[in-house]
């Protein structure tokens, strides 16, 4: 659904922005027609008279786009100056350096458990008779 409406409104900015042609044809002063990107018939398809040299008939060519252009905003740079002037004191203690003398055990993955060298049941002192 979210495909088809960014495919909806892609053609829609690009139709709007490269342009497209109108054929608007009145006849006995109202509108009869509307087409896109036709040329003016020779005839009316109301009256079904020649549309030259008629004063009923009347064509109305015109050529929708958008004018403004596109441009991406501006980056704005912000000047911190006046705002760094009036931080507070800041005192920087050294951390102290703290050094391992053993190596860290690192768990490694594997599967099982190992096989243990003393049985459970003398582990856990289970002696049955």
């Not at 458990?113 to 582990?123: N, S």
Request: hydrophobic fraction near 45%; include cysteine; glycine fraction near 4%.
């Amino acid at each position: 659904m979210k495909k088809f409406f960014a495919i909806l409104f892609a053609a829609l900015y690009i139709t709007l922005t490269s342009g497209f042609a109108v054929n608007v044809h009145y006849c006995m002063g109202k509108l009869a027609s509307v087409e896109l990107q036709s040329a003016p018939a020779d005839y009316c398809g109301k009256c079904k008279k020649p549309v030259k040299n008629m004063d009923c008939c009347k064509d109305e060519f015109k050529f929708c786009k958008v004018t403004e252009s596109h441009h991406g905003a501006p980056a704005v740079m912000q000047d911190f100056t006046s705002v760094a002037d009036m931080q507070l004191p800041v005192r920087v203690l050294p951390q102290p350096v703290m050094i391992s003398l053993h190596p860290v055990l690192q768990a490694v993955p594997h599967g099982p458990p190992d096989e243990q060298a003393v049985p459970l049941f003398l582990q856990h002192c289970i002696f049955l008779i």
